[in-house]
């Protein structure tokens, strides 16, 4: 299906990971179907220059990023500060813990994940076919097995059409050089996600603090969906 046939009541739902109707296989992964060729494009090009470049992670639906969501809520999966130490969310209010945990996972509905637009990526060729893929900044520092392949990236995204949303620190989601979104079809992708979208869809939702999610929705919107590195020119 090309995204011209969605209607926009279905794009909305593509974009915010309650429809699939967007994906395309590829290898054992689905993207978004407008950027496909792109990737393999950028594949082909690291290939070249001596990498592997593998996808960790693509789309993910609404269900599985609230699965996520709440296990880290519930404390039953770790949640990590920027010192990549878990931290006790017990103590903290609802709303804090919606802090520590938008760090590094974002709120169901609004990940950039949902869009089929952004990949987790890695370079399967550095490393050892048991090693255990973190996708934290040391793996990706120049110290870490992927130094290599961050710098090309930085070189080369622009060119294929990606660029990294959470290149930098903006005082939301944590820095993420492994996450990659392809600048056009995402811009497309971002444009359905609205506040009014959101709240709509975490108050039909069964998402642990889902009151302290819509209470304070517009400073977390802000701060982290909104809030990503401007599109390269
Ligand atoms: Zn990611």
Request: glycine share 4%; aromatic share 8%; proline share 5%.
């Given at each position: ?24 296989d590829?290898?054992r ?7 496909a060729?792109?990737f393999?494009?950028?594949q082909?090009?690291?290939k ?29 999966r ?12 017990s ?7 919606c ?33 255990e ?13 992927f ?6 990236l ?21 820095p993420e ?15 359905q996600i609205?506040l009014?979208v959101?709240?709509n ?8 603090g ?7 929705l ?10 990503v ?5």
């Open positions: 299906m090309t995204m011209r046939s969605l209607t926009p009541s279905q794009l909305i739902a593509c974009a915010t990971g309650c429809s699939d109707d967007h994906l395309i590829i290898g992964h689905r993207v978004h179907a407008q950027i060729d792109d393999k494009a950028l082909q090009a690291a070249k220059a001596g990498f592997s470049l593998a996808i960790a992670s693509s789309f993910r639906d609404f269900n599985r990023q609230s699965a996520i969501w709440n296990a880290k809520f519930s404390g039953k770790p949640v990590f500060n920027k010192q990549q130490v878990a931290i006790d969310l103590t903290l209010t609802d709303i804090d813990k802090h520590a945990i938008l760090l590094y996972s974002a709120l169901p509905g609004a990940s950039r994940h949902h869009l089929g637009t952004d990949i987790d990526v890695y370079d399967e060729a550095a490393i050892a076919a048991d090693y893929l973190q996708l934290n900044p040391h793996e990706y520092s120049e110290t870490g097995p130094a290599l392949l961050t710098a090309w930085d070189n080369n995204l622009k060119a294929y059409g990606f660029y990294r949303p959470y290149q930098d620190d903006l005082g939301g989601v944590s050089p492994w996450h990659i979104s392809h600048i056009k079809q995402s811009q497309i992708m971002c444009s609205t009014e959101i709240e869809q975490i108050k039909c939702s069964d998402l642990l889902k009151e302290a999610i819509v209470k304070h517009p400073t977390l919107f802000n701060r982290y969906v909104t809030n590195a401007p599109m390269p020119i």
